[in-house]
């Protein structure tokens, strides 16, 4: 089967964090995690796989490579948005640092930046930038993506139409996936 598979990456211990361009390694439950998936994902073939160049990313892509005897690509296209200033805090840190940015952020999401931060019509352009090639490259094979629940959301809205909040359910766990062309029915 041709298309592409997109994988959440295991958990860190920045589960619960705005983690975005921060580098953590998967943790002991990630660890357990990545090696359900593999078992889980028994029955497919992939031709190559390709992860963002984020440590917890390429942690989870890696032993996939190895099991499927795919060669592994990292692409620093792939990565989660730059949470800037709020990179590595909880949401109660962010209110605590300043209320009202936090506030307003939340209410316009996503037209305001977090400080210092990616824009989010950046990020969007920056994966789809990315996706548009491995789409092509699906059309004739079997492409893994080891990514972040951001970008995966961004490929939920962009090339299926699903709700923010669709989306956000879709990718809320880690090790996720979906396929694409996308069969919701699946996830």
Same mark, same amino acid.
Request: charged share 25%; net charge negative.
């Given at each position: ?22 580098? =953590?390694? $998967?943790?002991?439950? @990630?660890?357990?995690?990545? *090696? &359900?998936?593999?078992? #889980?994902?028994?029955? /497919? ?64 999401? =996503?037209? $305001?930046?977090?400080? @210092?931060?990616?824009?989010? *019509? &950046?990020?969007?352009? #920056?994966?789809?930038? /990315? ?57």
């Amino acid at each position: 089967m041709n298309g592409l598979l997109f994988i959440r990456h295991a958990r860190t211990d920045l589960a619960g964090t705005f983690c975005g361009h921060s580098d =953590p390694p $998967l943790n002991t439950t @990630g660890q357990q995690q990545v *090696a &359900d998936l593999i078992a #889980r994902l028994t029955a /497919e073939h992939f031709d190559a796989i390709f992860c963002s160049d984020l440590r917890r990313a390429v942690d989870t892509a890696e032993p996939l490579a190895q099991a499927f005897k795919a060669p592994l690509t990292p692409k620093q296209g792939l990565r989660e948005i730059h949470f800037g200033d709020w990179e590595g805090l909880t949401w109660a840190e962010i209110e605590q640092r300043d209320a009202d940015y936090a506030r307003r952020w939340s209410e316009t999401f =996503p037209a $305001l930046t977090a400080p @210092g931060g990616e824009s989010f *019509a &950046d990020f969007e352009r #920056r994966v789809m930038t /990315e996706i548009t090639p491995l789409r092509s490259l699906a059309e004739s094979q079997r492409i893994a993506v080891v990514t972040h629940g951001g970008v995966m959301r961004t490929v939920l809205r962009s090339l299926h139409g699903c709700s923010e909040q669709e989306a956000w359910e879709k990718t809320n766990s880690y090790c996720c996936t979906f396929s694409y062309p996308i069969n919701l029915e699946s996830l």
